[in-house]
T-cell receptor, first 115, second 111 residues
Framework: GAGVSQSPSNKVTEKGKDVELRCDPISGHTALYWYRQSLGQGLEFLIYFQGNSAPDKSGLPSDRFSAERTGGSVSTLTIQRTQQEDSAVYLC?????????????FGPGTRLTVT | AQSVTQLGSHVSVSEGALVLLRCNYSSSVPPYLFWYVQYPNKGLQLLLKYTSAATLVKGINGFEAEFKKSETSFHLTKPSAHMSDAAEYFCAVSEGNDMRFGAGTRLTVKP
C-alpha cells in the first residue's frame, strides 16, 4: 500500500521567504508527527497531531514555525521568514494511533535549503 | 523526561565482522525502545522494537537488540556485517504519545 509521502522533495528558498511543506500520511493513521533532521543532530521533534485533539507543539523552535492538519489527514508545516539555520531535512511520520509502542512510518523527507 | 544517548556518531567495521551500536536511555516509566535505520536519501525504517515482552528482540536483516534494565541499555548487534548494512541507525524511546530519537550512528562497512 501507499506509504507516507512528502512534497516537495527538495526546496531552495531565499532567506526571509515563507515555505510550506506537505505531508500525506498513510490512510487511516490518526497520529502524525513532524521532525527536523539537521546534519549530525539526529531527529528533533517538532509537533504531533492525534485525531481531532489539539496538537502538541512543544517542539516547535520558534513562532515562525506552525503546522496544521486538515480533515485529520494531510498536514502542512509552514516556516515564515526563513533563516539559514532552518536548512535541514524535514521528516513526517504517521502511526495508526499515538501511544508508546506504536511504530511510526516515515516519509522520505523534504530537504530545505535557505540561501 | 525520556531521552536516548547513542555512543559513537560513527562506527566502522569490516564486512563479516560483528556490528555493535550502543544506545542508553533515560525514562521515568518502563519505556518502549526502538531502532530505526535510514539509508541515504530515504526515510527511517523500523528495524525492531522492545515493548516489555522478551528482553532479546530480533528484527529485520539479522539485527537484534537486548534490553538491559540494570544498565539502561538497548544495544543493537548483528553477528556478521554486510556491505548493505551501511546506513545511519537511530535509537528511540517512547514513554507516551511521542518518541525521542538519539543523534544517530553512521555505520560504515569496509570490504
Amino acid at each position: 500500500g501507499a506509504g507516507v509521502s512528502q512534497s516537495p522533495s527538495n526546496k531552495v528558498t531565499e532567506k526571509g521567504k515563507d515555505v510550506e511543506l506537505r505531508c500525506d500520511p498513510i490512510s487511516g493513521h490518526t497520529a502524525l508527527y513532524w521532525y527536523r533532521q539537521s546534519l549530525g543532530q539526529g531527529l528533533e521533534f517538532l509537533i504531533y497531531f492525534q485525531g481531532n485533539s489539539a496538537p502538541d507543539k512543544s517542539g516547535l523552535p520558534s513562532d515562525r514555525f506552525s503546522a496544521e492538519r486538515t480533515g485529520g489527514s494531510v498536514s502542512t508545516l509552514t516556516i515564515q521568514r526563513t533563516q539559514q539555520e532552518d536548512s535541514a531535512v524535514y521528516l513526517c511520520a504517521s502511526s495508526i494511533t499515538s501511544g508508546k509502542g506504536y511504530e511510526q512510518y516515515f516519509g522520505p523527507g523534504t530537504r530545505l535549503t535557505v540561501t | 523526561a525520556q531521552s536516548v544517548t547513542q555512543l559513537g556518531s560513527h562506527v566502522s567495521v569490516s564486512e563479516g565482522a560483528l556490528v555493535l551500536l550502543r544506545c542508553n536511555y533515560s525514562s521515568s516509566v518502563p519505556p518502549y525502545l526502538f531502532w530505526y535505520v535510514q539509508y541515504p536519501n530515504k526515510g527511517l525504517q523500523l528495524l525492531l522494537k522492545y515493548t516489555s515482552a522478551a528482553t532479546l528482540v530480533k528484527g529485520i536483516n539479522g539485527f537484534e537488540a537486548e534490553f538491559k534494565k540494570s544498565e539502561t541499555s538497548f544495544h543493537l548487534t548483528k553477528p556478521s556485517a554486510h556491505m548493505s548494512d551501511a546506513a545511519e541507525y537511530f535509537c528511540a524511546v517512547s514513554e507516551g504519545n511521542d518518541m525521542r530519537f538519539g543523534a544517530g550512528t553512521r555505520l560504515t562497512v569496509k570490504p
